[in-house]
């Protein structure tokens, strides 16, 4: 097709300066045949230029593979352009990582005021019967940072002796509000479920809630053996404890269980290296 559209236009030209009328030279005229085979082959010095004008401008018209290299190249560029997100997705995306952010955020803060794996409780109980046995009255959880997750006041179930009010700090108007033992049972039961449990004198606090829990999962502070040095080998007090190891002056008034629940978790948190790897010891 080149070389077609090539030979009709330099016949032109070459006729053209045969037939010139403005004189100069007239070249003889060349049979068809010869003037046919030499097309292409022999170009005279004076048309060369023209000569590569003319191949050059009609190969840019005709030549497909000029035309696929094009092709390719818009179609890259369209490929290219629908890879890049609209507008609209990257709102989209951008919504996308602000809640995630958000999340992250909230699973730090969960981390702080949430339940974690080692929680600590305290219970405050009253008198029942001829005043002597307990009954619970009100139940506090904090978690390892010490933030309280759990604090609820219990219906007494039978009619309350001693309310105990300077030690307990409990009143009759508290009991009255109070939510009912099953139920503060089962919501217990559900956060102590295979956490690890801190408290002092434990065996007491789960008596009261008819709950019993794995000793493996237990840190007593009333029994490890590091704090009963600082009563030479006697069952401590939690305010001994917490004056003694922690500087703490707790219970100097009326008891308080969140405050008493905090108090063994940072015993425990003072010792948690050592305690538990007694505990591994032993087994």
Known sequence: MIAEAVNNKVNKLLSNKLTNPTG????????????????????????????????????????PSDIQVKRKKR??????SSKEPAPKQ??????????????????????????????????EMV???????????????????GYCVYDKYVKPTEKVKDYRTAVSGIQ??????????????????EILRGRTLVGHALHN??????????????????????????TKGNTPSLKKLASELLGLDIQSAE?????????????????????ENDIRTKR
């Open 24 to 63: 100069g030279e007239q070249k003889k005229d060349v049979p068809a045949s010869k003037k046919d085979a030499n097309i292409g082959l022999r170009i005279p010095g004076s048309n060369w230029q023209m000569f590569k004008t003319l191949v050059t401008e009609t190969s840019n018209e005709t030549n």
């Open 75 to 80: 179609n890259r560029k369209r490929t290219q």
């Open 90 to 123: 990257q709102i989209q995306v951008q919504q996308q990582a602000a809640k995630t952010e958000t999340k992250e955020n909230e699973k730090k803060e969960e981390s702080n005021t949430g339940l974690t794996k080692v929680v600590a409780m305290d219970c």
């Open 127 to 145: 008198g029942i019967g001829d005043g002597t046995d307990s009954m619970v009255a009100r139940v506090s959880i904090v978690n390892r940072h």
């Open 172 to 189: 009759p108007h508290h009991l009255e509000t109070g939510q009912d033992f099953k139920v503060v049972q089962k919501e217990v039961a």
């Open 205 to 230: 606090d789960l008596a009261v809630l008819f709950l019993s829990h794995p000793k493996r999962f237990q840190r007593d502070t009333s029994r490890y053996k590091v704090f009963r040095k600082v």
């Open 255 to 275: 008891h308080d269980s969140i405050e008493d629940a905090r108090a063994t978790m940072q015993l425990y948190q003072l010792f948690r290296k050592k305690w």
